[in-house]
């Protein structure tokens, strides 16, 4: 019972890990498609504007750059909302009238007008003139951000302060103040009803767009690797998952320990009204012991199996193994035993412990259930363990010992070979992918001698590979 219990908890863990990477995984393959559509907006983009604004110079050498920003701004506001996991927003409509784009319902006229030093103010006036129910009827005006920022600075500036502009290079003057108060005054078009754009005026135009949707492609690369970043940050492992480990798995060794220690004093023959208090003092130590070992088990296997390539399984047997070998090491150093008892205990503490991992490990894949597979596994596995181990003589538990003793020579010798492997591989791994990458280099020259040097690394005898125009025509020819 405390055996499978032990790999209960074990097992639990394990599926805790497993849900938090999991949802790790489902969050990157989600980013994955956000990402590609967010990119596919762009390309969408350049590919209009290429076709049917540039192709077709549509709007001419003045009017060119507000068709270019129409499309550059539902190209960039649909990707920037798709990166994110959003929607497409925006649509453009494109027939000439009152409406450039449509944003989830809200009508928007574009204004990317810089003649005559109104940042586009004059062009929304004729606009609303045009059409006066334009924003009754809920419509924005959207100019480029940069004009949009030195407006709004001018709309709040106080009369003092403007008082106090002298225009310097691209700096407002206070005529522009004059402007731009006198705009607003009117009460026409307040400053609530326009807003900006993503783009600037500059970002749009003929010659820039390609680099501006470029930037802009780099921008959500940058967003998509920052949210991959949140979500690594949201789904790993964490004090309070580790606490709430600790605390489940004291929690229920302390009530198997409680439950047991009370079997053990039923099975002197005593009803639970005969228990004296010093009875109930050995069943309150033994639940209270239960509890520290089940927290040291909770916090050792999160830790191990988060923080180290260490199964759940193996983890909760290094635990039990660890209290087994110290409660000898207490009986050793006491005189209750001697030290040939002490290792041959220790040994088989540590043969349970592991058999009770092997259990689980083959239980949970036999069983794919969480838990279940584990307790199924340990349970069968502990109770054959115990039947053969209860019908050994004292020569065939020699012969095991022994075995287990060669058993773990060979593992170390295994596992030296493994590293040196790894190291080979790891040395080896890189030279092999620039051979790769020569051998499907578009360059039909690099790609010919590429390809022999891919052949000759991966065994191919020298004297089988083209490496020679006489060695390929006859291969051809002949």
Known sequence: MRSTQEQAVAAWITHVN?????????AFRQQDVHLADALANIDAALGTIDLDVIATNRGGVKGMHGFIAEVAEVGVGNARARILGGESIYQWVNDNGPVDLQRTGVDIQQKFVAAGGRLGLGAVAEHLQKYPDFLKDGGKYQIPADHFERIRNLYEMSAED?????????GPSFRDWQRVQTFFGEGSVSIDAMEPSHLEYHEVQRGAYGSTLAAEKESL???DESLRHDAYVEHRPSLQEGAEATMVAATIESGTAFI????????????????????????????GFGAFTGGVR???IYALTNFT??????ASSIVTAGFGIAAQANKLRSGEIDEQEFI??????????????????????LIPVPVLGAVIGNTVGTLVFSSVTGALNAWEAE???RHLAEQHELDEHLAAEHRELLDLLETSMPRYLDALDLAFSPDPEIALAGSVELALQLGVEPDSVLDTNEKALSYFLD
């Open 344 to 365: 041959e205990n220790a040994e088989l503490v540590s043969l349970e412990a592991a058999v009770s991992a092997l259990s689980s490990f083959a239980g949970q894949a």
């Open 162 to 170: 403007a008082g106090k502009l002298t225009r310097s290079g691209d």
């Open 298 to 300: 909770g916090a050792s």
């Open 18 to 26: 497993q849900v938090r990477l999991d949802g790790l995984l489902r």
């Open 399 to 401: 012969m095991l010992m």
């Open 260 to 287: 047991l220690a009370v079997s053990s004093k039923r099975r002197e023959g005593k009803s639970l009204r005969e228990f004296t208090a010093e009875d109930w003092n050995d069943v309150a130590g033994a639940t």
């Open 309 to 314: 390539a260490t199964p759940a399984a193996v």
């Open 221 to 223: 690369r940058s967003t």
